[in-house]
């Protein structure tokens, strides 16, 4: 079974711009989570969804949005970027909604760089 | 207001020797908790877990103890192998979402 994959893995971006991010999650899989990786703040969540819809947000700017398709795809999109917006972003992928204790599987991630 | 702390950056071990990562918790109601491993350029791994109605959960080389009184949790690896050197991070899913730890790097010394 393949794993999580993210596209693309490597993305340099200069501030003002947008960036979108996407995720697929392992087959049947319905949830998908993103996580920034940050060397200051470390993994923090962003958010999650379900079956298209998110369901819990962590506590980024409005500037961090997502969106999941009926197929479990995701994407997420930065707008207005900065240059504290540089990081891994990762992808996890779970067959129930995250905090039904099971396992999140994650992808290898997107290195943003925003010059 | 970090949650979940690990308070060691880094740990540096012998190989054949025992590894001990620790992870300390501010909130009692949490009752699932996890260990992931990363390598660079990779995401993490999830390793092992365990529910708060336990205090001891094995799997191989890999133990996880809990410590409800003490909002503790630690991760034992014996023997420790050079293929182990990693960041491990302690998480918790509170509300659906997974609440990391800063990470601990492990160097395993052959």
């Known amino acids: 079974k393949a794993g999580v994959t993210q596209t693309p893995r490597y993305l340099i971006k200069t501030r003002g711009q947008q960036v979108t991010l996407s995720c697929s999650p392992i087959?049947?899989?319905?949830?998908v989570s993103w996580y920034q990786q940050t060397p200051g703040q470390g993994l923090q969540f962003l958010f999650e969804?379900?079956?298209?819809?998110?369901?819990n947000k962590g506590n980024f700017p409005g500037r961090f949005s997502g969106r999941q398709f009926s197929n479990s795809r995701s994407e997420m999109n930065v707008s207005t970027l900065e240059l504290g917006d540089s990081a891994l972003y990762l992808c996890?992928?779970?067959?129930?909604?995250?905090?039904?204790?099971?396992?999140?599987?994650f992808g290898p991630g997107t290195r943003l760089t925003v010059l | 207001d970090q949650q979940v702390k690990q308070n060691s950056p880094s740990l540096s071990v012998q190989e054949g020797r025992i590894s001990i990562l620790n992870c300390d918790y501010t909130n009692s109601m949490f009752d699932y908790f996890l260990w992931y491993k990363k390598y660079p350029a990779e995401g993490p791994t999830f390793l092992i877990s365990?529910?708060?109605?336990?205090d001891k959960n094995e799997d191989g080389r890999f133990t996880v103890f809990l410590n409800k009184s003490a909002k503790h949790l630690s991760l034992h690896i014996v023997p420790s192998q050079p293929g182990d050197s990693a960041v491990y991070f302690c998480?918790?899913?509170?509300?659906?979402?997974?609440?990391f730890g800063q990470g601990t790097e492990l160097s395993v010394k052959p």
């Open positions: 998480a918790v899913t509170p509300a659906g979402k997974l609440i």
């Open positions: 996890a992928s779970s067959l129930d909604p995250a905090g039904a204790q099971d396992t999140q599987y």
């Open positions: 365990i529910s708060s109605i336990k």
């Open positions: 087959s049947g899989h319905r949830s």
């Open positions: 969804y379900f079956s298209e819809t998110q369901r």
